[in-house]
């Protein structure tokens, strides 16, 4: 009897894995790029229409990205400032190619393409500023991507954080102000996708991104009168004309599609993409009315998934029944050869 318990066991495994051998792969995924590029700042003074060259600015990179797979994480990240003069050229600041472990697709450095919808079970992240207009005098560029894919049971996550903090003083004759202009070409790209084939039955996708720019003035000239402080925060989702701006003559932003954007899709088949396999679009902010004073321009980008998939829950209770009878079955013999 022990023998036919413990064949009927082993043969029910067997069944299970050819039966789950010969079904299509199911696939939960999520993927988030966003490459930025020509990203210039100018500034006009307004009384005179001369271009504002004598900012004296200072500036502050930081680069991040990470990725788990299974509660198994790797990161990386980096920072370089004026002040310690140890911005690169080109790159002007970038980390190393992330993968988290037990990936079975790998990411290799400098590589910021979207893998795709079923390449295998991994997590995996990069990111980099390329150039800034600051450091080398060309306009800035930059680039990030989490991905991750799950053809197993599990979780994957993967993120990167790019930000830029950069520092000027307007120091024009009282009374007069100044305008800036910022533009830029984003090329954003996003898809979370579940795929379910059995014994999966759910699962969850979720992909995110963002953009944000943040302009204020954080303090006035030593001796001048007191005055309402500017400031401006704009995220580009599509809208134009809709940052928020105050204490500043005006705001006009062209936005032509989202750059801040949360998608999610489950625990049933389902698949949404934005921006998928499109060119990239400019975008500009004009802002006039800036008051002599101290300013500080903060962007900041984000990219960032997460995945999830589970089997049903009836074919967890007949393998853990196989598997509990082959126990069974090898505790008896113990039992009788000790009696023995």
Known sequence: MNIKKTTLATALIGALSMGFAGQASASVYAGSSLNLSNLTIGFINASTGVVITNLNPGYTFNVEDSATLNGSTVADA??????????????????????????????????????????????????????????????????????????????????????????????????????????????????????????????????????????????????DAATPAPFVNWSPDGVNTNAVCVNVGSCVDVDPESLNETMGVGPGNSTVTHSLGTAGSNYSLTITGLTRGNYSLTLAGLTSVNVTQVPEPGTLMLLGGALAALGFGGTRRRSQATAA
Not at 140 to 161: D, F, Y
């Open 78 to 223: 980096d920072a370089c400032s004026k002040l310690l003069l140890n911005c690169g050229v080109s790159p002007v600041l970038k980390v190393s190619a992330v993968n988290a472990p037990g990936s079975t697709v790998i990411r290799a450095d400098n590589d910021y393409s979207l893998f795709g919808q079923n390449s295998g079970t991994f997590a995996n992240a990069n990111a980099e500023i390329t150039s800034a207009q600051l450091v080398n005098g060309t306009p800035s560029s930059t680039k990030q991507v989490a991905e991750a894919e799950l053809q197993i049971s599990g979780q994957g996550q993967a993120s990167t954080n790019i930000q830029s903090n950069t520092t000027w003083t307007f120091s024009f004759s009282i009374g007069e102000t100044a305008n800036m202009v910022l533009s830029f070409l984003a090329n954003p790209e996003m898809k979370a996708d579940v795929t379910l084939v059995p014994p999966y039955t759910a699962g969850n996708a979720q992909a995110n991104m963002s953009a944000d720019f943040t302009l204020r003035r954080i303090s006035q000239i030593s001796g």
